[in-house]
Structure formats: C-alpha cells, structure tokens
C-alpha cells in the first residue's frame, strides 16, 4: 500500500514487538486502513505528530518511553480527538487503570483477537467521527450564542431559586448581582414592568406553556436601562411530585433595540433633512383619518415642487443645493406648524409633501398659500442669496377621499399640471384619475380578468456571488401587463388581490411559470436558482406545500433550483407553524430565504431554530453602509451570525460599486441590485446571464 494514499482512514500502531507490529499492519491493512508503525513510544509520538493519525494502537509496556506516556503527550498535543486503543495484557487490571488515567479511549487484551481488533477499531472510529461532529456543532452554537448575546436560566418554582449560566455576568452588567430567586430578580426590574414580568412567571409555573416575557433592568450609574428578554417553557416531569422547573434562554437586547430605534426613524425619515419620508407621510395621513377625534375632518394633502432647482445644483454644487434643501424644509416646517400641519415630508429629489388640517375648501386654500409664501424670501447659501420659485398641485379630502395614495397621487397630477399651466397651485380634479384609483371596483373586474388572459409575467433581477462574480441566481417578481394602464407595479394590485382572495390562484400561478422557467435555464446549461416570494396567505394556507410540489413535479424542475421568500415578520406571526413547514419544504429539497431581514422583530433564538439556507438583508441598511458605522456594524452582525449558521447571505438594493465593495468586505455572500441589473423579462435576462462579467474595482 501506498504511503501517500491519504484517502484511507489512517492507523499508527505502536509497538516494541515487530511480529505483533506486522500481523496488525497485515490484519487491519485488508480491511481497508491504511497503516502507519512505530517501534516505542517516543517513535510513535513523533509518528502522530508527523502524520496526524485517525486511530492508535498503541502497546503498554515498551522500552525507553512507555504507552502511558505516550498516551499522554498524544493528549497533550491533540486533547481527546483522536481514540486511543491500548494493548495490554488480560490480568493486568491495574494497567487498564492507568492507561484510562492517561487518556485511552479503550483496551484490548494480548494476544490480540484480531476479529475483535477489527470490530474495537471500527467502532472507534465512528464514535470519533461523531464525536467530531458533535464539536462543531457545539462550537458553531456556542459562536452564535455569543454573536446573539445569549445565555440560560433555570428556576425551579417549588425552591423558588433561579440559577444562571456563567456568561450571565458578562451579558447582563457586571454591576449586576445575579438574582438568586423570583423576588430578587422582581425587585431588579422597572416598576412598571414589575407586575406583568411576575404573572408570566405565575402563568406558567401554574398552567405550564411559554413564557416570553421582556422587561427593564434599571441603571442607575448610566442613568439608563438595559433591556431584557427572557423566553422559556415548564419542563415535563413524569413524576408528578417532582418539583415544577422551567427552563430557558434570556438576552441582552438593549444595544439591538437602540439600533433598532435608529433604524426605523432613518426607515421612516428623510436624512438630509430630517423630515418625514413618504412611507411615513402615508401613515401620518392614515392615522389622521383613522383617529375617532379626527375622522370627519378635513385635511389639505399638498405636492410641492422647487421650479428650477437643479439650476442650483449646477451653479453653486451639489453641497449648496443640499444646503438649499435643508433650510427650505426648515422654513416649510415652521410655517406649516402654526397652521395646524399632520404631516410634512420630503418626498422626492426637489418635492415636498405637506398635510393640513382644514374645516372648508378656502380655509385650506388659504393655508396652504400662507405656507409657501415662507419660502418667497431669499435663501442665503455660502453668503449668495439665492430664490426658489415653487409650483404646488393639492387635494381635499371632501371632495377627493380619505385614501392616502389616491390623495397623494392626484395631488403630484395637479402639481404636474400647474407646472405645465403656469400656474402656482392647482387644485385636483374631484373627479379621481382613473389611472389612478386601484382599488375600485372596475380594477377588481380586471384583475378577475388577467389571470384568464394572461396578462401577469415574471421578471427576474439577477443575484451575483460576490466570489467568482457569477451571477447564480434570480429573484421573480409579479408584473401586470394592463392593455389600457401598462405595466403595473406590484404595489399597486397585490394588496388588491389579497384582499380579493385571488392571491393564492396568481400565487400558484408564479410558482408553475417559476420552476418552468428555472427548468429551461437548467437544460440550457444555466443552472440559475430561482426565488419565489410567498405572500402571508399563501405562507398561512394548508396547501402551499401541494402547490410547490404540483409546480416542480409539472415542470420537472430540479428542487434545490427553487428558492422559496418569505419575511421575518411573517415567519414570526407563528414560529412554531413556521418551523415545522420550513422543515418540510427543506426536507422536501426546496431552499428557504428570509426577507428583509433585520428591520423585523425576530429573535435570534428562533433564527437558531429556523430550517433556512439564505439570509437577505434589507436594503434599509445597505442604501447607508458607506456612510454610516451603524449601518456597518448591523450588516457585519448579520454576516457573522450567517457565517456562523453556514447561511447564504443576498444584500439587496446595492447600486454603486463602493455599496458592493463594502458588502464584500462586511462578508456578504451575493448582492442584489441596480447595479447589477434591474429586474428584467426572461429574453433580457437570458442575454445578460450569458455575457456577464464584471470586474469590480
């Protein structure tokens, strides 16, 4: 046999006697080992250390260095990873004593059984593979544990005494003194979570379930709080009169919930100037409606253009038209503000949107005008006066509706229109554009339409491997190809569909047109991963996994092609239904992505325990990693914790090359984005995955 097949399970059997040495070589050699010998101890050392052996053989009783000793420094150098088989004679007792003592993992008795040795061998060496296995799993949870910041507690109810893990001190503060009962742990907590922290405890000390409980720790030297999660479940206990235990995990979330604070106003607002973004002037306008004080009055909704202003841009720089920008929102702020405003954000490059709270069309009017008459006076940027001139377009709710999208879309027409008119302001219409009221009934009619008549398609944006820049995968998106409105984005109809009940037909129909499609790349020698989105109805039905199945089974599409999107938020309406249909769609072969990840209210327990294979991070964060350390840091977590779990991570929203070189470096696997392509029909992405290359830098 070769010296050098290093394929085979390598033995080293170490001893003094060359008969014994060459009937082990021979005996074990034919049952496909490859075997490595050693005359003494100090050979037998050098020899494991050399070629790092899977198994030793090795004899007790040797000259110069024996096989107590040399078991030793094997386990010095190598702790217990590698069995050790210790030959010894059959009434030396007191030798299979010592040679345990020394770090054997087991003993066979001279002479030696050679069938037994076979057998003793064999089953060391699974039981070392095992236990090898059994490490790494250990040592990816124990890095994830410390990534997420988790640690463990026990209570048992009848002693009334909490126990902690030893990394308690460093995740809670080490000013912290452990509390070693309820009451010690109660008195820790804020006032005003006190009460509800001891009736989750008392729930399921006497009705058993889970607790999942968050709370308060006060501190007093940083004037502040930490903030506290603590999940858990009663163990199950055969014998009635043993004591009621609970177990479970708790977390340090103060630093991710002050990140997460960040996160949601820089999600909600603008960054320039502080104002509220369009997502949030929709909810604002919502909630003005939806608040009984204020469900009958009137509200002004207002789009605000600045005429001109990339004359400024182009005259002064682009640091003086933000500096522009700035000071017109803090005028615009001011003004609205003594005129009753519910919402005011900057909604476009140049566009501002404004909410006013009206009793009548004049009173609105006049509002209105008084508020962008602020911004007649010069603006002085870099010692220059400079003017803006505006153009505004406004609807009322009495007469245009409640909705805030209708309100705004008309709004940003009338503005167009008074652009073109010459005009300052223009209100609406009363009479809503029918381009733009989705959610009436002739769009319902329509929609009931489209999927007979086939005017639903796929287009897909590419995700490149960030190693190799390969592009290895797409993710399908839902187009409505309208023969009167054109193509229609998704946010305009899939909250219509779902509220028709209509999204799981469509749904079913993405899923055939997806595997058939990843089919046709697949025999065209294209191999692409294709994701599909599921919508809350589809993910909380009884009959996705019959769908996905009909869909590949239809298309004999190769199952580990298909990616199947779901959200944080929705995987955590219902965690454990949740894992258990992951599970069977992993089983099954499918891959499992979670969306938008990071800007949900997951736990990073459930993340260990969901059966995923891709983390996609939201472009919330990646839009701001080259400015912001926050951002950075969040997306560096993100990375490490999927590094850790073995998870594809997807960036989304990369656009600039700076945004994917710092993806690469923060150790994201693949990016999603405009600057790798937008979202394009099959043709277009057929060409583009066949002649793309790209070379950052």
């Known amino acids: 046999m070769s010296p050098t097949d290093t394929r085979l399970p390598t033995l080293l059997a170490v001893d003094d006697d060359p008969t014994t040495r060459k009937l082990v070589q021979a005996v074990l050699s034919k049952q496909g080992y490859r075997v490595l010998l050693a005359p003494d101890g100090q050979a037998g050392v050098e020899a494991f250390t050399a070629n790092r052996p899977d198994l030793i053989l090795m004899d007790v009783q040797m000259p110069g260095m024996n096989g107590f000793d040399a078991c030793g420094l094997v386990r010095q150098l190598d702790g217990d990873a590698t069995p050790i088989i210790m030959l010894t004679g059959s009434e030396d007792l007191e030798s299979i004593e010592r040679a345990f003592n020394a770090g054997a993992t087991d003993f066979i008795t001279k002479p030696i059984n050679f069938p037994l040795l076979a057998q003793r061998v064999r089953y060391a060496l699974r039981s070392s593979q095992l236990n090898r296995e059994l490490r790494g799993v250990r040592q990816r949870q124990a890095a994830a544990r410390r990534i997420a910041g988790l640690g463990f507690w026990d209570w048992n109810a009848e002693a009334n005494t909490l126990e902690w893990s030893d990394d308690a001190t460093d995740l809670l503060g080490d000013d912290l003194q452990l509390p070693t009962t309820l009451a010690d742990l109660l008195f820790l907590v804020h006032p005003a979570d006190r009460n509800r922290v001891g009736q989750a405890f008392q729930a399921v000390r006497e009705t058993g379930g889970k607790l999942d409980v968050e709370f308060r720790l006060p501190d007093g030297e940083a004037a502040g709080e930490r903030i506290i999660t603590m999940t858990g479940e009663r163990a199950e206990e055969d014998d009635p ?69 990339n004359r400024v841009n182009e005259a002064l720089g682009e640091s003086s038209g933000d500096a522009l920008l700035a000071q017109v929102a803090q005028r615009l702020k001011s003004a609205s503000a003594s005129a009753g405003h519910v919402g005011l954000a900057r909604v476009g490059g140049d566009e501002f949107g404004l909410a006013l709270r009206c009793r009548s069309e004049a009173e609105a009017e006049d509002k209105l005008q008084r508020t962008l008459q602020a911004l007649d006076l010069p603006f002085v940027i870099n010692d220059q006066e400079v003017f803006v001139s505006v ?160 869909a590949v089974q239809a298309h004999q599409t190769p199952r580990h092609l298909v990616e199947l999107e779901i959200t944080e938020g929705l995987a955590m309406q219902d965690p454990d239904r949740a894992i258990e249909l992951l599970t069977r769609l992993r089983a099954a072969g499918y891959k499992v992505a979670i969306d938008d990840f990071g800007i949900g209210y997951s736990s990073l327990e459930y993340l260990l325990r969901f059966p995923i294979d891709t983390i996609k991070i939201d472009r919330a964060f990646v839009m701001r990693v080259t400015d912001t350390e926050t951002d950075r840091a969040v997306i560096r977590a993100i990375t490490a914790i999927a590094q850790s779990l073995q998870l594809t991570t997807i960036a989304e929203g990369v656009e600039t090359q700076r945004q994917c070189d710092f993806m690469e470096a923060l150790g994201a696997s693949e990016i999603q984005g405009y600057f790798i392509s937008k979202p394009l029909p099959e043709p277009a992405l057929t060409a583009l995955v066949r002649d793309f290359k790209h070379a950052p830098g």
């Open 241 to 309: 009169m043993q004591p009621v235990r609970v177990f479970g995990a708790f977390q340090n979330v103060t630093d991710s919930r002050h990140t997460q604070a960040m996160v949601d106003y820089l999600a909600l607002h603008d960054e320039l100037t502080g104002l509220a973004n369009r997502r949030l002037f929709v909810r604002q306008i919502r909630d003005f409606f939806a608040a009984p004080e204020t469900a009958q009055a009137g509200l002004l909704v207002g789009w605000i253009d600045l005429a001109r202003f």
């Open 391 to 550: 153009c505004a377009g406004w609807t009322l709710s009495m007469h245009h509706g409640q909705e805030p999208e209708p309100l705004i879309n008309q709004a940003m027409d009338a503005q167009q229109q008074a652009r073109s008119q010459g005009f300052k302001t223009l209100k609406a219409p009363q009479s809503a554009s029918p381009s733009r009221s989705f959610g009436s009934l002739d769009v319902e009619l329509d929609l009931r339409k489209a999927l007979q008549s086939q005017q639903f398609c796929l287009h897909y944006q590419p995700q490149m491997a960030l190693r190799g820049n390969r592009i290895v995968g797409v993710e399908s998106l839902l187009r409505w190809q309208h023969p009167v409105r054109g193509m229609v984005p998704p946010v305009q109809f899939i909250p219509v569909l779902e509220d028709m009940g209509l999204i799981h037909e469509v749904g079913a129909w993405v899923m055939g047109e997806a595997c058939r499609q990843a089919k046709v790349w697949s025999d065209a020698g294209m191999p692409l991963r294709v994701a599909i989105n599921l919508s809350p109805r589809q993910f909380m039905g009884n009959e996705l996994f019959g769908q996905i199945e009909a």
